[in-house]
């Protein structure tokens, strides 16, 4: 079936180009203090949101193909949503669906990893908490019941603890959770010795993405592997000593491993031993998949790595194939928005800096690597400063918009889409000031875009993908706690058109979210929107 989009019958595209500027992390919440968003000075976001084309999409849940109303959106599934112009059934979704129904216990990889596990050790490593962001601590004990029903006696799980996707210094509930099921299953599974091994937080060992950071990467293997860290004889003594020496959250504790009455580590990696990620998203997994199963490697130097048999909850990266074993299939996402474009003759570019770039160009694009066209399409990544995000709340934005009106100006695109990232990087941190201070340089960006835009006859759509800095903080009985995580809000959604004259007008369905965005800016481009995808946003008069 042709690709190539068909001719709007009533509306010509404006001379310049369709830039969508999704400003990640940032939802639409009640006015308050904890809402950095609105106690930001923040004029042009403002006057976008009163407009006449200004309206808001769900952003989580059903909405990008999660299972609840109380599954939190992410940056993946908010950009999967944004360039399929469909809705797919995603991450946790996926696994649940999979364990409901058993299929991920009859798969060869799991057949695979329990034969290698009652051989030697069956090793579960991932992002320790009910965030449903990353992983989930059901799926985990689901994974660990079943491998001692299937007759593994070895088995060590290596915590990430989370405190972004929930709360900040939760660590020890979901140790306390653990540890009732690993008693469990070793009280009822004679041989059984099932223990947590070792640990840390997700933002100082593992999870980097992107290779923003190899150093962290690194630190996790040899946490995992070797056994190198701090040692504690329980999960719980780790954590509640270092709470103890700092006010840090969960995410930034220090590596930790847990030691025998001779002060060995209970759980270091070997040859033959099984190893599984229990993460299903795909970002913060795929660099210590690639350490656990390249032969040539070259991230860091892994000292006497194990040969192990490695696989993913979900393949990670379906172009690289990374990993390359792994338990449940992801979503094919096929004939999005730029597969459409390139079909159709349209240039465009995608602009964001290291920690947002793989969200518009591999995430847009359905999980696929690479350019669709690279004739067509240019993609630019601004590298991002290895920091702690509330010490540069600007982050790179003011580049990323210096490329973009360049690109703009030079009147060789089409269309455009940039990934502002500090509304959440910087509210992940939980700094409220910080993140007020990156609203406002947000603020400022805009202004700078908008009035090129009216310099070049473009349009400029204005959306986010889920939120974060709109709520900063939950408070009870007086007392505040900083909120890291995502937020339920729904999103923003404004068009700016230099030559609207009332040719549309907007009409979001009762059940507007991200994936009727793409029909939206097809449209804006001149074009009819495929029959399956989820409708326009405008309606035309």
């Known amino acids: 079936m042709s690709l190539e989009l068909q001719p709007h019958p009533s509306f010509s595209p404006r001379t310049g180009p369709v830039l969508v500027v999704v400003a990640d992390g940032v ?46 959106g992410n940056s993946e599934v908010g950009h999967n949503a ?78 990430l603890h989370d405190g972004r996707d929930v709360a900040p210094r939760s660590a020890l509930t979901y140790i306390a959770e653990t540890e009732a099921v690993l008693t ?14 070792s640990g840390g937080g997700r933002m100082t060992i593992t999870m980097d993405r992107y290779e923003a950071d190899w150093d962290m990467v690194e630190r996790g293997y040899n946490c995992h592997t070797h056994g190198i860290g ?21 995410q930034y504790l220090d590596a930790f491993v847990v030691v025998d009455d001779a002060d060995q580590p209970v759980g270091k990696i070997t040859d033959g031993d099984a190893v599984v990620m229990f993460n299903f998203r795909g970002d913060r997994a795929i660099e210590i998949s690639q350490a656990f199963e390249q ?29 390359k074993n792994f338990l449940v299939a992801p979503p094919a996402i096929d004939r999005t928005m730029g597969e459409f474009l390139c079909a159709s003759g349209k240039r465009s570019f995608a602009i964001s800096e290291t ?72 509210g992940h941190t939980g700094d409220l000031p910080a993140t007020i201070e990156a609203m406002k340089i947000l603020d400022g960006c805009m202004k700078r875009l908008i009035d090129v835009i009216d310099e070049v006859g ?30 339920l809000s729904p999103v923003p959604f404004s068009i700016h058109d230099s030559g609207f004259d009332g040719e549309y007008t907007l009409e979001p369905p009762t059940d507007a979210g991200l994936s009727h965005v793409a029909s939206t800016v097809l449209n804006l481009m001149g074009f ?7 409708p326009s946003l405008i309606k035309f008069t």
Not at 528 to 534: G, I, K, S, T
């Open 27 to 72: 939802g639409v919440a009640p006015e308050g203090p904890s809402n950095a968003v609105t106690e930001a000075n923040t004029p042009t976001l403002d006057a976008l949101a009163k407009s006449a084309l200004s309206t808001e999409l769900a952003a989580h849940g059903p909405a990008v193909g999660l299972p609840t109303d109380d599954d939190m």
């Open 82 to 159: 944004l360039g399929a112009g469909r809705i797919f059934a995603q991450g946790a979704k996926l696994v649940n669906a999979a364990l409901s129904s058993g299929s991920l216990f009859e798969s060869d990889v799991w057949a695979k990893a329990i034969e290698h596990g009652k051989q030697n050790t069956l090793h579960l490593l991932g992002l320790h908490s009910d965030g449903n962001v990353h992983s989930h601590t059901s799926h985990l004990y689901q994974l660990l019941e079943q491998a001692a029903a299937e007759g593994v006696t070895q088995a060590c799980v290596h915590i």
């Open 184 to 197: 469990k299953i070793n009280e009822s599974h004679e041989g059984a010795h099932f223990r947590i091994a």
């Open 230 to 250: 701090r040692a504690f004889k329980s999960a719980t003594e780790a954590v509640e000593t270092v709470y103890a020496e700092s006010d840090q959250g969960d």
């Open 295 to 323: 032969d040539n490697f070259d991230g860091f130097d892994r000292g006497d790595n194990p040969n192990v048999y490695y696989a993913g909850m979900l393949q990670y990266d379906g172009d690289a194939l990374i990993p």
């Open 355 to 426: 920690q947002k770039f793989g969200h518009v160009t591999y995430f847009w694009n359905g999980n696929r690597s690479g350019y669709i066209d690279e004739s067509l399409e240019t993609y630019v990544e601004i590298p991002s400063d290895n920091v702690e995000f509330n010490t540069t709340p600007g982050m790179k934005l003011n580049e990323i918009t210096d490329k973009t009106i360049e690109f703009l100006r030079s009147g060789n695109f089409d269309g455009g889409r940039i990934n502002f990232p500090n509304g959440d990087m910087v």
């Open 458 to 487: 473009g349009v400029l759509i204005y959306t986010a993908d889920h939120g974060n800095a709109d709520v900063m903080y939950t408070e009870k009985n007086g007392e505040r706690t900083p909120k890291t995580s995502h937020t």
């Open 528 to 534: 009819v929107a495929p029959d399956d995808y989820q």
